[in-house]
């Protein structure tokens, strides 16, 4: 599996037992999460800030400017999470744990690019996709 590219395993993903109702619920119990630990609203933050909870990216599709700065924060209590935008050939960012953050400035291409969690992509289906505009 390790040769099949992003684009196939979106489908996998897509086809994970979590259903949208189910994304919502789960992305508003780790931004109430984000709110207890820091005090605020994660879009009220200077960068863009994407949440890792419960093996889901949230948002799920977030899309930015080329250049910006972009927010990975795990509001999972007990496990680990990653960002890697494999099939851009990035490397696996190193884990958050709880109350982590990864950053990363956008330098990738014009377009859409999906990332996983390197540790729960597979059998999680946690993956993400990023959308770049022009500056």
Request: include cysteine; aromatic fraction near 8%; proline fraction near 5%.
């Amino acid at each position: 599996m390790a040769a099949l590219s992003l684009a196939g395993v979106a489908q996998t993903a897509s086809s994970a037992p979590r259903n949208e109702a189910e994304r919502r619920a789960i992305c508003a119990e780790a931004e109430e999460r984000y709110r207890t630990v820091t005090g605020r609203a994660s879009t009220d933050e200077p960068v863009a800030v994407v949440l890792m909870y419960k093996d889901t990216f949230c948002p799920a599709h977030l899309t930015v400017k080329q250049g910006a700065r972009l927010r990975w924060v795990n509001v999972d209590k007990r496990t680990s999470h990653s960002v890697w935008f494999r099939d851009a050939g990035k490397p696996e960012s190193e884990r958050a744990f709880a109350e982590e953050a990864i950053e990363f400035t956008v330098d990738l291409p014009v377009g859409d690019h999906p990332y996983l969690c390197g540790p729960h992509w597979e059998r999680e289906g946690m993956i993400g996709r990023l959308t770049v505009t022009e500056r």
